[in-house]
């Protein structure tokens, strides 16, 4: 399944800024953060809440930064698909982008079939998640960039809840072609489910995506995305952050970085199930 493309010019995507976990709600705090030398890991599971082996997968991405080396540069991602939702309970994380964004890394690796839990690591299927998230790690850790990420957040309004956010990226190859996607994450999420295969569970979520942008298209070795939103106010300020990933034509992931340098880490909520 091929994904949109939109021109590197495209300036009408949207999100966040990061904020402590001080009242008001929403009073972000500006932030900067640049991509290092090193490629950084992004973890991107496919989850649902209708389904009863994710759990485990669930609390592995809760547990991964206090599991992994203070110099691992890892960034993680919890999707929540929409096709489990007709059999008994619908999922209020999951947005049919994630489908297709599951869809298109497995159309990009000759993969027929979509699963949950599904883990892939800077767009490569990892099966052995249970325990060969650290060693793949580490080995994209030890492998040079090819490609440099600016993002910066700040509130543009006195109460936090108008957010900027500006992203600059540039491939080490001007004449290689990529997309630029941006995305918000919130940790210390909560659900009690009623239904379905995990009726009468309380779930907890980490690192789930609540908003997804992209592709922005690269255009001479650039790509660029400058925008305000309005947050939510359902979003909880103190579990937010701003991410964004540079990836070429095959889905292989680039380089990433995220927001998580301008806060404390969350600590992982709950206990593994």
Known sequence: ???PRYPA???SAVLLALVPPAPPAH???ACEVQSGTSTAAL?????????SSCPPADSRLRALRSQLPANAVVVPLGLHVT?????GWRDPFAQPAFDARQRALLDQRRLRVAYTPQFFVNGDELRDWQSGLPATIRRLNA????ASIILKTASITRAGTGLRLDVQARLTDAQAAGDLYVAITESGLVSQVKRGENGGATLHHDDTVRLWLGPVAFTHGRAELHSDIALPPQWRGDGLRALAFVQDQRAHVLQAVDTSACVPP????G???
């Open 1 to 3: 399944m091929s994904m």
């Open 9 to 11: 010019a495209f300036a």
């Open 83 to 87: 096709y489990w939702d007709g059999l």
């Open 27 to 29: 009073a972000a705090a």
């Open 266 to 269: 969350m600590a992982p909520t």
């Open 43 to 51: 973890v991107e599971l496919y989850t649902s809440e209708g389904c």
């Open 271 to 273: 206990s593994p199930q």
């Open 143 to 146: 492998t040079p960039a090819a």
